[in-house]
């Protein structure tokens, strides 16, 4: 029986086009960038391209674009940053950030002595907004405000101008995990007020390990990694070039095929979601499903019981991928975070559905009978 992969928030399988304009890089062409002679200066070229290039498709400039290990990396880079060069002694963020950022702050706030403050949860999984203002208004430290632009578990967006307003407005520094956003949504950072974004390739059809922090050119911070002036000084080591190079090409690609992969991608999500109210009427779904929300998830609660309590268990014995929380800690057998925000000591076994391109409602429909026959 063939796979079905429905974990797309995880990670996304490596575009064709992807490997194709990586593989000179991992090939012929593997000089250090920062050589002199010209087979680093041809790899140097490679990911100056591959800057401009990530800033063309987000709206920024490329001395704003730097290249990362990924999402976690970069913010690591700035709560550090804002702490150490910024002059933070706040941090308000929320309770259901992934644990790159919840996990960093905590463990920033112990270290240093900092107030640590997190913005109320509204029933529907979006963030409270009078809530972050009255945290704000409330603040005599410098803050700030570290807040995800799509939650990677039930999909809920914030509105990321009006939270950066709100952050200008009281002199706060606004940093997004916008992991689950870059690649799936248009940007034009030029006209947001927002000082640091994050991205991740894994996220896009790129490829892993290869991420990028975007730094307003506003501000200015010290690097976490030292020992090289590699990126501008921002980031010491070797660069990944050919995940560099693969970052750049993906996110091209998803760019300029976003109106029509969202338009599909979105219409698998309805799909499900209306088979399974539909076939098993006491499923339930977390977070604002159809609103301010990933189009290409669905976190979908089953009551809890005998059958379903292995439900992840049978999925994998179907031979079908989803995830039950976080892909992070999906290992972990413990409860997320997350949906502990949403239902507090709730009865119930969930399943998260995240959707790509290659999908179809074929296998949406496998799906659906499988869970039938689980749940029968």
Not at 86 to 96: E, T
Not at 181 to 205: C, M, N, R, W, Y
């Given at each position: 029986?063939?796979?079905?992969?429905?974990?797309?928030?995880?990670?996304?399988?490596?575009?064709?086009?992807?490997?194709?304009?990586?593989?000179?890089?991992?090939?012929?062409?593997?000089?250090?960038?920062?050589?002199?002679?010209?087979?680093?200066?041809?790899?140097?070229?490679?990911?100056?391209?591959?800057?401009?290039?990530?800033?063309?498709?987000?709206?920024?400039?490329?001395?704003?674009?730097?290249?990362?290990?990924?999402?976690?990396?970069?913010?690591?880079?700035?709560?550090?940053?804002?702490?150490?060069?910024?002059?933070?002694?706040?941090?308000?963020?929320?309770?259901?950030?992934?644990?790159?950022?919840?996990?960093?702050?905590?463990?920033?706030?112990?270290?240093?002595?900092?107030?640590?403050?997190?913005?109320?949860?509204?029933?529907?999984?979006?963030?409270?907004?009078?809530?972050?203002?009255?945290?704000?208004?409330?603040?005599?430290?410098?803050?700030?405000?570290?807040?995800?632009?799509?939650?990677?578990?039930?999909?809920?967006?914030?509105?990321?101008?009006?939270?950066?307003?709100?952050?200008?407005?009281?002199?706060?520094?606004?940093?997004?995990?916008?992991?689950?956003?870059?690649?799936?949504?248009?940007?034009?950072?030029?006209?947001?007020?927002?000082?640091?974004?994050?991205?991740?390739?894994?996220?896009?059809?790129?490829?892993?390990?290869?991420?990028?922090?975007?730094?307003?050119?506003?501000?200015?911070?010290?690097?976490?990694?030292?020992?090289?002036?590699?990126?501008?000084?921002?980031?010491?080591?070797?660069?990944?070039?050919?995940?560099?190079?693969?970052?750049?090409?993906?996110?091209?690609?998803?760019?300029?095929?976003?109106?029509?992969?969202?338009?599909?991608?979105?219409?698998?999500?309805?799909?499900?979601?209306?088979?399974?109210?539909?076939?098993?009427?006491?499923?339930?779904?977390?977070?604002?499903?159809?609103?301010?929300?990933?189009?290409?998830?669905?976190?979908?609660?089953?009551?809890?019981?005998?059958?379903?309590?292995?439900?992840?268990?049978?999925?994998?014995?179907?031979?079908i991928c989803a995830s039950g929380g976080s892909a992070c800690s999906s290992g972990a057998q413990q409860g997320s975070h997350v949906i502990?925000?949403?239902?507090?000591?709730?009865?119930?076994?969930?399943?998260?559905?995240?959707?790509?391109?290659?999908?179809?409602?074929?296998?949406?429909?496998?799906?659906?009978?499988?869970?039938?026959?689980m749940l029968d």
């Amino acid at each position: 029986m063939e796979r079905i992969y429905f974990d797309n928030a995880a990670t996304t399988s490596l575009a064709p086009e992807v490997l194709e304009a990586m593989m000179p890089y991992l090939t012929e062409k593997f000089g250090n960038p920062s050589s002199i002679y010209s087979y680093g200066r041809e790899t140097r070229l490679a990911i100056e391209q591959a800057r401009k290039s990530v800033a063309k498709n987000l709206g920024a400039k490329p001395a704003e674009i730097f290249f990362t290990s990924g999402g976690t990396e970069s913010s690591n880079t700035v709560l550090n940053a804002a702490i150490t060069d910024l002059g933070c002694k706040h941090i308000i963020s929320s309770p259901i950030e992934h644990h790159a950022t919840l996990h960093t702050v905590i463990h920033l706030a112990k270290l240093h002595n900092l107030q640590l403050s997190f913005v109320q949860i509204l029933p529907n999984g979006h963030i409270d907004m009078d809530h972050l203002a009255g945290l704000l208004a409330a603040s005599t430290e410098k803050t700030i405000v570290t807040i995800m632009h799509a939650n990677n578990e039930i999909g809920n967006m914030i509105d990321m101008k009006a939270v950066g307003q709100l952050c200008k407005q009281y002199q706060a520094y606004f940093h997004s995990d916008t992991v689950q956003t870059v690649g799936h949504f248009p940007f034009e950072l030029s006209q947001l007020p927002v000082d640091f974004i994050t991205g991740a390739g894994h996220k896009f059809h790129g490829p892993k390990g290869v991420g990028i922090l975007y730094i307003n050119e506003n501000v200015k911070i010290s690097p976490l990694v030292h020992g090289g002036s590699q990126e501008r000084n921002m980031r010491a080591g070797t660069e990944n070039l050919y995940g560099i190079v693969g970052f750049a090409k993906a996110l091209e690609l998803a760019t300029e095929k976003h109106q029509e992969d969202r338009q599909y991608i979105q219409s698998l999500k309805q799909y499900l979601h209306d088979q399974l109210v539909a076939k098993i009427p006491s499923v339930h779904f977390n977070g604002d499903i159809f609103g301010n929300s990933l189009y290409n998830l669905l976190s979908v609660n089953f009551p809890k019981n005998e059958k379903t309590e292995m439900i992840l268990f049978n999925l994998d014995m179907h031979h079908i991928c989803a995830s039950g929380g976080s892909a992070c800690s999906s290992g972990a057998q413990q409860g997320s975070h997350v949906i502990n925000a949403l239902n507090k000591g709730s009865e119930m076994v969930t399943v998260r559905f995240s959707f790509s391109k290659n999908n179809t409602t074929a296998e949406i429909d496998q799906v659906v009978t499988a869970l039938l026959t689980m749940l029968d």
